[in-house]
């Protein structure tokens, strides 16, 4: 098995379409499945461990219930339905040579559950027969690092179902094991392990896990992961639970926010930043895009930390890779980073005026944030941030001081976004104390300015690239008088 995970673990998946055969009715049942009750039952018998696989022992321990009557049932109708829904890649590396027989009967079964997990419906009729603990129990004595990848998978699909998360964190001693697992070195494995723990987190019983991960080691072993992790997927996975960590609710954040606070996290952050973006720089690897958003969000959540706040802005570094990203020509593949880079130096330039200035001298910059407008169309928030760096920048802006070339680029860049700016006032009509007036204040005299210039400033269009139209500059000022009225 590649190293890397297919991309649709992260995501619950819906259930099997209305094509595929339903069980018939049984009275042992109260939740209906696409899938033979029995068959799914047959399965969890599988993967009981070998020192309790004699079928009396199991069900007279309660490890699993009594198999209803499976007479005339083919197993193999079920596993055609979900033999490659939401499926690990098999292994082709070292962990999986020399396997035995009942190793490959585990594997078999365990795959088809992982499929089914995805499913609420099969997700809690499997956890009514008891696969956490006969997960819980392979965890506990597994040897196999396919196996354990398998087992943590499973409990993963199970995670993204309300009741099924529940019951996770109810089962006697799983969420140690769970939490366990993030000291094995094996990519799956550790892959699927931070899944569950960013999921379980995100729940209502989040302080149960928040519990058992707030020791220094096991926090340290996961700052550890991120930072060394060269597979993209369990950077991916590895930075996702340090964001779940850093977005908790109140009562997690309480308990695990102060051990991850004395281990630099804002320091570890900024240089995985500066790695994706020098990947991103040399070629384009659209696996890792998801990270880079992944860090800028989690750096953006601690701007907003009283404890990290000025940490973060002080941060030169940091400023100069927002900068950067921003300031990227072709934007659409990166376009959510972007997006999140603008909010991220929004939050420092309300406490970095020295940052604001510096960076209202650099004209590509300001076109570079008027860029990512449309990519935040949808999120109301994210418009006020890029209105907030705007307003800032063209406050500090000193046109009477610009050369005639420079103030005509500047003007060229207002006069280019006539239909984004009109667009933006007609569906959100300004505030009196909105960003936007300020920044069509500043547009406006910028503009006049333009107008009552002579001659020899207008004539530097015929040495730009871009013209600027008499026309289109007096529209502009029209709907910023009417926005400042």
Same mark, same amino acid.
């Given at each position: ?43 969890? $018998? ?52 020399? $396997? ?19 499913? *609420? ?17 392979? %965890? ?14 499973? @409990? ?35 892959? *699927? ?19 058992? %991960? ?18 993209? +997927? ?42 994706? +973006? ?54 659409? *593949? ?24 510096? %960076? ?67 569906? $959100? ?8 007036? @300020? ?38 000022? *029209? ?7």
């Amino acid at each position: 098995m590649s190293n890397s995970l297919p991309e649709e673990y992260e995501q619950e998946i819906q259930s099997p379409p209305a094509h595929h055969p339903s069980a018939p009715p049984h009275e042992s049942f109260d939740i209906s499945t696409t899938v033979d009750p029995s068959y799914v039952i047959s399965l969890i $018998r599988k993967l009981l461990p070998s020192n309790i696989q004699d079928g009396e022992r199991a069900i007279g321990r309660d490890l699993i219930r009594e198999e209803p009557n499976t007479e005339g049932r083919k197993e193999d109708e079920s596993y055609q339905n979900h033999g490659t829904l939401n499926r690990p890649e098999s292994r082709n590396d070292d962990h999986n040579q020399g $396997r035995s027989a009942g190793e490959e009967t585990w594997e078999e079964g365990g795959c088809i559950l992982w499929d089914l997990a995805a499913s *609420e419906d099969h997700a809690q009729f499997m956890v009514q027969n008891l696969i956490l603990e006969v997960l819980s129990a392979n %965890l506990a004595v597994s040897q196999s690092s396919r196996i354990t990848e398998i087992g943590v998978g499973i @409990i993963g699909n199970l995670a993204c179902h309300e009741i099924p998360r529940k019951q996770i964190a109810s089962t006697e001693g799983l969420v140690g094991v769970i939490v366990e697992q993030l000291l094995l070195d094996d990519v799956p494995c550790l892959c *699927e392990a931070c899944r569950v723990l960013t999921l379980c987190l995100q729940g209502g019983e989040g302080v149960i896990w928040a519990e058992a %991960l707030q020791d220094e080691q096991i926090l340290s072993r996961i700052l550890w992961i991120a930072e060394n992790a060269l597979n993209p +997927m369990l950077l991916e996975k590895s930075v996702g639970l340090l964001l779940a960590v850093l977005e908790s609710q109140q009562e997690v954040a309480a308990i695990l926010l102060p051990p991850i606070s004395k281990l630099d996290i804002s320091n570890l952050l900024i240089k995985l930043l500066a790695f994706e +973006m020098s990947k991103l720089k040399g070629e384009r690897i659209p696996e890792r895009y998801t990270v880079l958003d992944l860090i800028l969000r989690a750096i953006e959540v601690l701007s907003t930390m009283d404890n990290y706040s000025q940490e973060i802005c002080l941060n030169k570094e940091l400023l100069q890779l927002a900068k950067e990203l921003i300031e990227l020509p072709d934007k659409f *593949e990166v376009s959510s980073s972007c997006v999140t880079a603008v909010v991220l130096l929004a939050n420092i330039l309300t406490d970095a005026p020295s940052a604001t200035f510096e %960076l209202s001298q650099d004209l590509n910059f300001l076109q570079g944030v008027f860029n990512v407008f449309p990519f935040a169309s949808d999120d109301a928030e994210a418009q006020s941030a890029i209105w907030s760096v705007i307003a800032r920048l063209l406050t500090l802006v000193q046109e009477s001081e610009m050369s005639p070339s420079i103030f005509h680029f500047l003007v060229s860049i207002l006069a280019s976004k006539l239909d984004l700016i009109g667009d933006e006032i007609l569906v $959100r009509p300004c505030a009196e104390t909105d960003a936007r007036v @300020i920044a069509m204040k500043r547009i406006s005299d910028i503009l006049m300015q333009w107008k009552l210039s002579d001659g020899r400033v207008k004539d530097t269009s015929s040495l730009e690239d871009s013209s600027i139209d008499e026309e289109t500059v007096d529209k502009l000022l *029209e709907i910023c008088h009417k926005a400042t009225r």
